[in-house]
């Protein structure tokens, strides 16, 4: 990773913390430590990205940022859970509720979403994109989004044809939605920010046939969560469905779709598409 | 009721199922029952009376109102998971968890969170209100707020001199919000803004008393819950904690409390009055 992506991943996780008192009580010790739990920060990360790519200060967004990567914080969190996919260990730590217990868990993930807005509410923006950045964004996360492909994911049985809506949904809108967030800073019109759109589902969808290759072939104490979890847990794991090397093929896709998408958007910020690059091509 | 409230609550509960779809899958089959078992929609009654008050036309506000609803129905499908109070019955009718599952619930409280901030964008109001009114909720039902107080309600093992604040905080902030969401709409100034505020701490403390009452004393046929669980429960029941004849004379306090400071603003619309004394009085 360059110096520059590892500037703005240490001010976003810095960012994160801020005005979360672990002292408070165990709410806000459990939100703490959810945030605490080193991440990739992808989303944070291709918003910023991508206003630099624009000419916009990135610096001056982290806050907006950081609510991203909360949003992603409260699903994991919740996903985690016994009664949806019970995972023990997330990022090489245990999960909110192990740590905690569940009912901490569940509050813990309500507060971070709520927390997710009120950082979005005081971002330095017209009120009029705040009101639009909030509008993407609950749609991405909300019935029409990754509400939906969690719902979807749990009630999978085995169905091939819907495993791409599921990582759509489950995945690739929340991403979008980060990018989206950046267009309106940035002022996108419409065609662009289709193009835009388009280049986040590639990119979110390519990420979580990645995702799903790394449970088959990962090795577990570089992925930092338990693997060949989804074979036992009937999850719909593309590998499982496709074999590894039409998953391949399609991530390359994906990969090509995403790039041919920014390409016509004339973006090309070098740490941009080193994440978009990174995202679909990992080890961990 | 008046017909004038019955009106506002035909609206609002019309209002909520608008853009939920039951036949779009589990999800939103959860959403759409969570919302259509009947409530005493207070919370958007009083933002509606209130604006009527301050003679803005509430109509225009069903959308908004509608969201308050939304996030307190959000909190009782939470609430009333096994983890958290374990509640079978809500409203007369199974809690959602009973009628569809564990997961669905979660999922269905996540996704009424996420679409109540979603239709507060679209109030047809000036940005900068509506982005005040989301900074306003999210401080209200978050870490600092109503999430606190049922975070505090789960630790609670029998010390009486936190109950206030658990009442406080899982109760009160709410409607604070509530009316407080109406006077930035109305551009109450500060002092307004702090009265109002105060006026509705008291509502919602006495209100919760009122609850706490009822679970003491009440039929269960009127009430739609089961009763007597706070004491099973080892709930802070202010009742268990410091008896009938304190806890009515504390009701009494807050609604001259609540009337004091709503009698400073000058507000003196019968059906709001009326919603404050059936808040506090009441046998369901």
């Given at each position: 990773?360059?110096?520059?992506?590892?500037?703005?991943?240490?001010?976003v996780?810095?960012?994160?913390l801020?005005?979360?008192?672990?002292?408070?009580?165990?709410?806000?010790?459990?939100?703490?430590?959810?945030?605490t739990?080193?991440?990739?920060?992808?989303?944070?990360l291709?918003?910023?990205?991508?206003l630099?790519a624009?000419?916009i200060?990135?610096e001056?967004?982290?806050?907006?940022?950081?609510?991203?990567?909360?949003i992603?914080t409260?699903?994991l969190?919740?996903?985690?859970?016994p009664?949806?996919?019970?995972?023990?260990l997330?990022?090489?730590?245990p999960?909110?509720?192990?740590?905690?217990?569940?009912?901490v868990?569940?509050?813990a993930?309500?507060t971070?979403?709520?927390?997710?807005?009120?950082?979005?509410?005081?971002a330095?923006?017209?009120a009029?994109?705040?009101?639009a950045?909030?509008?993407?964004?609950t749609?991405?996360?909300?019935k029409?989004?990754?509400a939906?492909?969690?719902?979807?994911d749990?009630?999978?049985?085995?169905?091939?044809e819907?495993?791409?809506?599921?990582?759509?949904?489950?995945?690739?809108?929340?991403?979008?939605?980060?990018?989206?967030?950046?267009?309106?800073i940035?002022d996108?019109?419409d065609?662009?920010?289709q193009?835009?759109?388009?280049?986040?589902?590639?990119?979110g969808?390519?990420f979580?046939l990645?995702?799903?290759?790394?449970d088959?072939?990962g090795?577990?104490d570089?992925?930092?969560?338990k693997?060949?979890?989804?074979?036992?847990?009937?999850?719909?794991?593309a590998?499982l469905?496709?074999g590894?090397?039409?998953?391949?093929?399609?991530?390359?896709?994906y990969y090509?779709?995403?790039?041919a998408?920014?390409g016509?958007?004339?973006?090309e910020?070098?740490?941009f598409?080193f994440?978009?690059?990174?995202?679909?091509y990992?080890?961990?």
């Open positions: 990773m360059t110096d520059y992506l590892k500037r703005l991943t240490t001010a996780d810095r960012e994160l801020d005005g979360i008192q672990p002292g408070n009580g165990t709410l806000e010790a459990a939100m703490h430590y959810a945030l739990v080193r991440g990739k920060r992808l989303r944070p291709l918003f910023l990205t991508l630099d624009c000419r200060e990135a001056r967004f982290i806050g907006l940022a950081s609510a991203l990567e909360i992603h409260y699903s969190i919740h996903d985690d859970l009664v949806m996919d019970n995972d023990d997330r990022r090489g730590m999960t909110v509720h192990c740590k905690f217990n569940e009912a868990a569940l509050l993930g309500d971070l979403l709520t927390f997710a807005f009120e950082k979005i509410t005081s330095p923006l017209a009029e994109k705040v009101v950045i909030i509008g993407i964004i749609r991405c996360i909300g029409q989004g990754m939906q492909g969690q719902a979807l749990l009630e999978f049985s085995g169905q091939a819907i495993i791409a809506d599921i990582h759509r949904l489950k995945t690739a809108e929340l991403i979008k939605g980060s990018l989206l967030a950046a267009a309106q940035a996108f019109e065609h662009r920010q193009l835009l759109a388009r280049a986040g589902i590639a990119l969808m390519g979580q990645a995702d799903d290759l790394l088959i072939t090795a577990e570089k992925v930092g969560k693997l060949n979890k989804d074979q036992a847990n009937r999850s719909p794991n590998v469905y496709f590894e090397q039409a998953v391949r093929e399609k991530i390359d896709a090509r779709e995403a790039q998408r920014v016509e958007l004339g973006i910020f070098p740490p598409m994440l978009m690059k990174s995202m679909l990992r080890s961990q």
